[in-house]
């Protein structure tokens, strides 16, 4: 099993910046790809960002490539989203997940454990 914690949500204006993390316990960390989703009011939730376990690759959403960034310290058992250059349409709940695997994958059903979630909210 593995837990994980999501933070750092929050309303910020179009424009700023957020740094979102999540902490994971349980399992060993650097054995799981990580990945961030986002779930918007009355949509389905979508693909952000996903890292490999060791951080070697990344992989992006083209809604997001060149404004976010994922990262990650596995001796801190934490992986974090950096968001820059927020838009309005960035407002959403925003998920970590795990995947325990080599691959990193964009679809929601390659992750087998999920955070609670940490809303964001951008104003325009």
């Known amino acids: 099993q593995v837990q994980l914690v999501e933070s750092g949500g929050g309303l910020v204006q179009a424009g700023g910046s957020l740094r979102l993390s999540c902490a994971a316990s349980g399992r060993t960390f650097s054995s799981f790809a990580m990945g961030w989703f986002r779930q918007a009011p009355g949509k389905e939730r979508e693909f952000v960002a996903a890292?490999?376990?060791?951080?070697?690759?990344?992989y992006y959403a083209d809604s997001v490539k060149g404004r976010f960034t994922i990262s990650r310290d596995n001796a801190k058992n934490t992986v974090y989203l950096r968001m820059n250059s927020l838009k309005p349409e960035d407002t959403a709940v925003y998920y970590c997940?795990?995947?325990?695997?080599?691959?990193?994958?964009?679809?929601?059903?390659?992750?087998?454990?999920w955070g609670q979630g940490t809303r964001v909210t951008v104003s325009s």
């Open positions: 890292i490999s376990w060791s951080g070697g690759a990344t």
């Open positions: 997940a795990a995947e325990q695997g080599v691959f990193i994958y964009s679809s929601r059903s390659a992750y087998d454990y």
